[in-house]
């Protein structure tokens, strides 16, 4: 089971926007058209609701008590857990840690299984497309092993250019971290390819899933990922909280993290011996509040249906790529193909700089990102010193999409005066 | 034109919009004596910055790169400002406009020292854009001081 399974609701945008109480708010005395989603999505009043319960209600620490309120926190928590591992088709919950965000997670696997497992003379390999917090631990690292860090390319057209790919994954690849979909190109990757690829030579795969699993159905097993990381707050959940997925054997043989209480099975004045999974790597009193509501916001999701909302996205895309390319005065950079692409519209104005775009949408009530999007090489290789982004998500409407292309539109005319 | 785009004007006065289309001083100046590039990582911005002091007088200046209308204009205003003026009066500029940015008080001599640049003022309404505004002026006080400690 996995969370391509049909949502048990229908996909009613109406109905949908109406559980997000902030898009009732007014930005500058417009209506908020929220197209910022690739940084963070907003919350509907589901997952609210679970964080106020919860410290209404069940607020204790886990896996200390014996007392009622203790129990039911652990419960909670470890019932998200399991809602987790269903939602990304994990074989056993234990495989899922919690951490606080994307970057922990990979943080985690850098420090700990590939500390132990790369060495002198191996290589690691990395796209060109990576999240910087995708590129800066194994930079960190390779100088440390005095190993090489190596990267795929991004092709011309804006998809990962796999025609070196026998050689650039050899016998001394240890691990090969990619992201599952560009928050920059919104570039779907061939995870798949390079996990059998990565494999052949005895390495392993971490997948950058930020940008995937609040979009799209993921499946860790029919991807054959060893690692995967995401955000909660990407997907309607709450900030502060993370997850790392990885195979049992792989987590099972690696190092703590982090040391302290919960992680240990029993601590002597000279030493002491790991708990089980996933404990192993959750030292201190977790982030149970949002453990729990990461459950609500997964529920939300199944509710509406994974399929569904990667084909809202994708029309929505396609109606967007379309309407910016018919102003002429804007590059899209990426897959030109909607098809082949997440719902990320990163774009170069012919003469307007993203920054003056984005103040004047923001004067609209639209919001999108400008800048360098944490991928600054990325961006850098178009020979562009930023771009400006506009990112979809469950809520938002093709009369959104109008918005800010009319936006887009009323601050050409402004800066053309 | 206003209306649809509600505060814009504040941020972009007139001659923010005719100093980012047409900016001053964008020839490069030979062997000069102050050469700098700044730049704000975070949006790519960044200026190549010359100046040549004679005297302790900025006798030439030249500015080119790339950035938003904000940062573009700054720098041609920074450019249109120095040019002539001794080096106690660039640091005294430097710091005005610094004080200005962060919403304090400047004196009227101080704003008769900075004249057009007055006009980045509005910046101050939307605080995530005065990195913007002061790019090029805070790098351009450092360079010159080193300058000077030659």
Not at chain 1, 276 to 302: H, M, Q, S, W
Request: net charge negative; aromatic share 6%.
């Amino acid at each position: 089971m996995s969370n391509s399974e049909a949502g048990s609701r229908a996909f009613d945008v109406d109905a949908i926007r109406a559980d997000f109480p902030i898009l009732q708010r007014k930005i500058n005395g417009k209506d908020l058209v929220y197209l910022d989603n690739a940084a963070t999505t907003q919350k509907p009043s589901q997952v609210i609701k679970s964080l106020v319960d919860y410290y209404e209600q069940t607020n204790a620490n886990v896996h200390r008590g014996v007392h009622t309120l203790s129990i039911e926190a652990t419960d909670g928590y470890e019932l998200a857990r399991t809602k987790v591992a269903k939602f990304i088709n994990a074989p056993r919950p234990e495989e899922v840690i919690w951490t606080r965000n994307t970057s922990e997670s990979l943080n985690l696997v850098a420090a700990t299984w590939a500390e132990a497992n790369v060495g002198e003379g191996d290589n690691i390999v990395i796209t060109a497309m990576e999240h910087h917090s995708n590129i800066v631990p194994w930079q960190q690292l390779a100088a440390k092993k005095n190993a090489e860090l190596r990267y795929l390319a991004a092709a011309e057209d804006g998809s990962l250019d796999i025609s070196n790919v026998d050689s650039i994954i050899d016998s001394r690849t240890k691990i090969v971290a990619v992201t599952h979909m560009s928050n920059v190109l919104g570039t779907i990757n061939p995870v798949a390819l390079l996990a059998e690829k990565v494999h052949s030579v005895g390495g392993v795969i971490l997948v950058d899933a930020a940008q995937s699993v609040p979009h799209m159905p993921v499946d860790v097993q029919a991807l054959d990922a060893d690692f995967l990381c995401f955000s909660a707050h990407k997907m309607v959940g709450p900030t502060g909280i993370g997850v790392l997925w990885g195979r049992y054997d792989l987590l099972d043989g690696m190092p703590p993290y982090m040391f302290g209480g919960d992680m240990i099975l029993e601590v002597t004045y000279e030493d002491a011996n790991w708990n089980e999974l996933p404990y192993k790597f959750e030292a201190g009193t977790p982030n149970i509040a949002d453990a729990i509501a990461t459950g609500a916001a997964v529920d939300y999701l199944t509710e509406l249906g994974m399929d569904n909302i990667w084909e809202h996205e994708q029309e929505l895309t396609a109606y967007a790529m379309e309407k910016v390319l018919s102003l002429g005065t804007v590059r899209v950079l990426g897959p030109q193909d909607p098809a082949k692409r997440g719902g990320v519209i990163s774009f170069i104005h012919d003469t307007i700089h993203p920054h003056d775009l984005g103040t004047a949408l923001d004067q609209q009530g639209i919001a999108i990102r400008t800048g360098h999007h944490c991928a600054m090489p990325l961006v850098r290789s178009f020979d562009v010193v930023a771009a400006a982004r506009a990112s979809f998500y469950i809520y938002n409407t093709k009369s959104e999409v109008d918005a800010f292309v009319d936006g887009l539109r009323e601050t050409e005319g402004y800066f053309s005066r | 034109m206003s209306g649809g785009l509600g505060n814009m004007d504040e941020l972009y006065e007139a001659i923010i919009l005719d100093h980012y289309r047409s900016p001053r001083n964008t020839a490069p100046v030979e062997d000069a004596d102050v050469d700098l590039e700044v730049n704000n990582p975070f949006c790519g911005d960044e200026f190549h910055i010359q100046l040549k002091v004679e005297d302790d007088t900025v006798s030439e200046v030249g500015i080119t790169g790339r950035g938003c209308a904000i940062s573009q204009a700054s720098a041609s205003l920074l450019a249109e400002l120095v040019e002539g003026k001794s080096s106690d009066q660039v640091h005294a500029a430097v710091d005005s406009i610094r004080r200005l940015l962060k919403g304090e008080e400047i004196t009227d001599e101080e704003a008769d020292l900075l004249g057009d640049i007055e006009a980045l003022s509005g910046v101050r309404k939307f605080p995530v854009r005065i990195k913007c505004a002061l790019l090029s002026w805070v790098g351009l006080g450092d360079a010159l001081k080193e300058h000077q400690a030659k």
